[in-house]
């Protein structure tokens, strides 16, 4: 009969502890639920109008480690949005707006966010994109 030797007993606790880690991204029970909206404003830089942005893609990043969207999700009529069967962990969320100042003539907004526990339903605040 062969022993288990403590190198091997490690190494195989080491390979169950690690994959049964779930990192951030599909697969579980929570949700993050927010709205874009859209700030109009006249050459002066007076508010003319708020509402909601209809059809505006929003964009989110599993984790922290990568700039490369994981999903997207394009908003309802009133500017609402939402990212279902999503694990605990950190997760960025991202719109774009003009900008005449940047080279691409667009920057992002971004909004980061926590999922703490199962099941729960995280309300991100407004995303705004100025006009």
């Known amino acids: 009969m062969s022993k288990i030797t403590p190198f091997v007993l490690i190494t195989f606790l080491l390979i169950v502890n690690y994959s049964c880690r779930k990192v951030e991204g599909e697969g579980g029970s929570?949700?993050?639920?927010?709205?874009?909206?859209?700030?109009?404003?006249?050459?002066?830089g007076n508010?003319?109008?708020?509402?909601?942005?209809?059809?505006?893609?929003?964009?989110?990043?599993y984790g922290d480690?990568?700039?490369?969207?994981?999903?997207?999700?394009?908003?309802?009529?009133?500017g609402s949005f939402r990212f279902q069967f999503l694990t605990k962990g950190t997760y960025t969320l991202f719109v774009y707006e003009d900008c005449n100042s940047c080279p691409s003539g667009e920057q992002a907004v971004t909004k980061t966010v926590e999922i703490d526990?199962?099941?729960?339903?995280?309300?991100?605040?407004?995303?705004?994109?100025e006009k």
């Open 30 to 44: 929570s949700e993050i639920i927010g709205k874009v909206i859209i700030r109009d404003f006249d050459a002066l």
């Open 47 to 61: 508010l003319i109008e708020e509402y909601a942005a209809q059809d505006q893609r929003v964009y989110i990043i």
């Open 65 to 78: 480690d990568d700039n490369i969207y994981d999903d997207d999700f394009d908003t309802s009529f009133d």
């Open 117 to 129: 526990e199962n099941n729960a339903t995280v309300e991100v605040e407004d995303l705004i994109i």
